[in-house]
């Protein structure tokens, strides 16, 4: 709808003295809770739960504070073009018109590209989970596939890539986490993840399924949320998950109570793992001579050798073909050699697969090697965490592990939810790992009450990655470094990368920048080289809500409108499983103030002048939204008749997917990784020179791995996000700033007495790399000597009475600069802002206080 016709429709419903009321969704973050606005002469004056939604009901502080973004002071209102050096503090914002604007911007991306390839533009975007750009996201792909740049820069690294493509995707072969399916589960697990603050649609069924008798197990460094109403909580030193994880893995396979039957059949278990080079044993690798074709069907993909419980006997496994088929019928042993032929006899089951045991193998050049079954490679490195080694490494007592083990084994179904908690450390990926590990041996997966991957919408992909050569990918940034990383999958840019490229043209020059949200400097770690590249960049474009630190390092500022101004097309729900089908139409609430626009309106505008607008319906965002839609036969207009949206599932909700059976070859369709199993051991993982079976490595900063740091950084720094703020978002807001006015760190009161600090004491907070502020909070919630403290302090509140703070200075509360890029995980790239170490020392602080 035009926004001259929505002006209309506005003016027949409502005048000045009329109330009138607006379904809608909260577009804050990826929750999208379903709200009803309440605007009295085109001010929304509130936003509430839509309880009449299928899956409304609640609704966070942040999103009841949402009308005040409205008309907050310090919004971008206009489009602006810098006059002053960046080195300035003054950007000197000079307006000008939108054609101005957009224009400025693709005259400097096609020179960029011209002269330097697509690779030296980078887009960039915040967080799709918690800064509003859920459904901006995917044709921000779009339009960077487009223009052929491989480099979007994100924040996946420090957000979920460890849970969804490290841990999630290289074990079950899902895109991301399965969501939990709580009302059926008979525990749930909730590890280094608060959802009362940040998900309340799955915070409330999980106190619904404790209602119903369901038990629930929470991991964290912190008692907070729902870890109170905990049936077991396991408190843990911040970096040491993956510690636990493998503590509960080995009790699990000691006692026996895993899931058999699954771990047989749908995992890799049974799979040999060569002793010399730590891979699966190939069928290829035997004497060709004594091998005939192994079942009749040449596959041309590699084919794995298990053996048989209690015999001496091997067999191949092809993934394509999902079957075993006996390899050595004479069994006939010499010297503990085995004379390896074919057979083409297909076993009737997976029940005699081995799972324990060593056997030497004959291989083809005349050698030896000993293999052993991957379960029995698993069993061995679990069995170096028993309790009382898990308890000196993690805190947790080790009679509360064995009770974690029995619970998780005696109250199937079993669920499980991580997220920020296990992500943002150095050994984040084998950590997140271990915990999937973990729940593959309980078998729940894609069963009623268990973690189940739910059909999507049926629409059309809107990302078009066919349109960005794979010769393009392949350049991009971070991608030799992290082979399987972000950067191959799903194919994101870390902010230190971009840095590099900016300030040091490694491993090529980046001229140009245009970011999408995300205030860049207070999303990532080592905020100071982070200012240098933005000042060193020939051309930075910046689409934002307020002012920003970032911002105002940028050459030209677009005024972005919120979602409360913006109409979008949602497609799918975060929770409940059932609603991850859904699609709505979410309105605009009312009309955007100044001269705002949405994001995608100027992605679409962009587009054009960039030569694209083949690509993007030429410009007309809603023919976009019809193309997407036309799968499921909905349009855009359609949707306007229907304000709670409609289920449009591309398959029914099932059970047990991976049973099914393959048409084209009669057998189950397993699971997307490359065994076509459950991978306990990642091929993917072997083949890039990681450890294939999750293993435990402490913290690159820890009391452990750096005691002589330690003496002069003794506590533990971890780091949450406060309930009342997304990131570096909603500090200006005055309804959340009263309820959380200043930057804390929480402490144990034998911290706090052992360094002489009161409750509401200001300290420094200092690491080795830099130093920040912040106000006590003494709390028994926390852990003795570990602090902890909360990202995204910049932006002041004057109307009560609260200055910025300066995000640049070590008087200012960015806990950002106490922790550089230097230190990452070696896989998904992230960086130790939950576990590193620090001291702390009171300071004086003469700022005004609410």
């Excluded at 690159?700 to 780091?719: D, I, K, M, R």
């Excluded at 106000?775 to 302090?793: A, M």
Aim: hydrophobic residues 40%; proline residues 8%; charged residues 20%.
């Amino acid at each position: 709808m035009a926004r001259s016709q929505f002006a209309e429709v506005v003016r027949m419903l409502s005048s000045p003295d009329q109330t009138r009321t607006v379904r809608t969704c909260c577009g804050l973050c990826a929750v999208h809770c379903p709200a009803v606005a309440t605007v009295e002469a085109e001010r929304v004056v509130a936003l509430r739960p839509d309880a009449s939604h299928p899956y409304g009901g609640a609704l966070c502080a942040k999103g009841r504070a949402a009308p005040e973004l409205l008309d907050h002071p310090e919004r971008v209102d206009y489009p602006l073009r810098r006059t002053r050096p960046k080195t300035d503090p003054d950007p000197g914002w000079e307006r000008c018109t939108w054609d101005e604007a957009l224009d400025l911007v693709a005259r400097k991306l096609l020179e960029v590209r011209a002269a330097s390839g697509p690779e030296a533009v980078v887009f960039s975007k915040g967080t799709g989970g918690g800064t509003g750009l859920t459904d901006t996201e995917a044709w921000l792909g779009r339009l960077a596939n487009c223009f052929g740049t491989p480099n979007v820069a994100s924040t996946t690294h420090l957000c979920q890539w460890p849970r969804d493509t490290g841990a999630a995707c290289y074990t079950f072969g899902t895109e991301r986490l399965a969501m939990p399916d709580v009302a059926r589960s008979g525990c749930v697990v909730l590890w280094g993840s608060n959802p009362s603050a940040n998900f309340l649609s799955l915070a409330r069924a999980v106190v619904a399924a404790q209602a119903r008798g369901a038990k629930l197990l929470v991991v964290d460094p912190r008692r907070i949320g729902l870890a109170n109403k905990a049936d077991l909580l396991l408190q843990l030193r911040p970096g040491t998950d993956g510690a636990l994880a493998l503590g509960l893995i080995h009790l699990l396979i000691q006692s026996g109570r895993y899931d058999e039957a699954f771990v047989r059949a749908w995992t890799n278990a049974p799979l040999l793992v060569r002793a010399d080079t730590g891979h699966l044993l190939q069928v290829e690798a035997l004497a060709p001579h004594l091998l005939g074709q192994a079942d009749g069907d040449v596959t041309g993909s590699p084919r794995y050798v298990a053996a048989l419980e209690g015999r001496d006997a091997l067999v191949a496994y092809d993934p394509r073909l999902g079957r075993y088929r006996v390899l050595s019928p004479e069994l006939k042993a010499l010297s503990a050699r085995l004379l390896l032929r074919t057979q083409d006899f297909q076993l009737r089951t997976q029940d005699s697969v081995a799972l324990r045991g060593a056997w030497r193998v004959l291989l083809a050049d005349g050698r030896e090697v000993e293999c052993r079954p991957v379960f029995e490679r698993l069993a061995t490195v679990a069995a170096a965490h028993p309790p009382d080694v898990v308890a000196r490494i993690t805190g947790v007592p080790a009679e509360q592990l064995v009770a974690a083990a029995r619970l998780l084994a005696e109250q199937r179904p079993v669920s499980h939810y991580f997220h920020n908690g296990l992500v943002q450390h150095t050994n984040a990926t084998q950590a997140a790992r271990a915990i999937e590990v973990l729940y593959a041996l309980l078998g729940d997966f894609d069963r009623p009450g268990g973690n189940v991957p739910a059909p999507e919408p049926r629409v059309r992909p809107i990302q078009a990655r066919s349109a960005l050569p794979e010769a393009l990918s392949q350049r991009r940034l971070g991608r030799q470094e992290r082979p399987i990383g972000p950067p191959a999958r799903p194919g994101n840019v870390a902010a230190y990368d971009l840095y590099e490229a900016a300030l040091e043209g490694q491993p090529y020059p980046v001229r140009a920048l245009v970011a999408f949200g995300g205030n860049l400097l207070l999303a990532n770690g080592d905020t100071l080289r982070g200012r240098a590249a933005l000042q060193r960049l020939e051309f930075f474009a910046q689409m934002e809500l307020f002012h920003t630190p970032t911002s105002r390092l940028a050459d030209v500022l677009l005024p972005a409108a919120s979602f409360l101004e913006s109409p979008a097309l949602q497609l799918g729900f975060r929770y409940p499983i059932e609603a991850m089908a859904h699609v709505q139409r979410r309105e605009a609430v009312v009309e955007p103030r100044y001269e705002r626009r949405s994001d995608i309106e100027v992605i679409f505008a962009l587009a054009c002048r960039l030569g694209l607008g083949e690509h993007f319906w030429g410009g007309d965002v809603e023919a976009a939204y019809n193309a997407v839609l036309e799968p499921s036969g909905l349009t855009w207009e359609a949707l306007a008749a229907r304000p709670h949206g409609v289920s449009v599932p591309s398959a029914a909700l099932r059970y047990r997917k991976y049973a099914d059976l393959d048409a084209s070859t009669g057998a189950p369709s397993g699971f997307a990784t490359p065994t076509r199993k459950v991978e306990l051991f990642s091929v993917t993982f072997a083949a890039h020179g990681f450890a294939p079976l999750p293993t435990y490595v402490e913290p690159a900063l820890s009391p452990v791995s750096a005691p002589e740091l330690a003496e002069q950084f003794p506590l533990v720094l971890t780091n949450a996000k406060r309930a009342q703020y997304l990131h570096s978002q909603g500090r200006g807001l005055p309804s959340l700033r009263k309820a959380a006015p200043t930057p804390t760190a929480q402490v144990h009161p034998r911290t706090a007495a052992r360094y002489g600090i009161a409750n509401g004491a200001w300290i420094a907070v200092e690491t080795s790399s830099g130093s920040a502020r912040a106000q006590v909070h003494v709390t028994d919630s926390i852990l003795p000597g570990v602090v902890c403290v909360n990202h995204g302090w910049w932006q002041g509140c004057a109307e009560l009475g609260l200055p910025a703070l300066d995000p640049f200075s070590a008087e200012g509360a960015n806990v950002n600069l106490l922790v550089l890029n230097d230190r990452r995980d070696p896989i998904s790239g992230g960086t130790p802002h939950r576990s590193s170490l620090c001291r702390i020392r009171p300071v004086e602080v003469s700022e005004p206080r609410p």
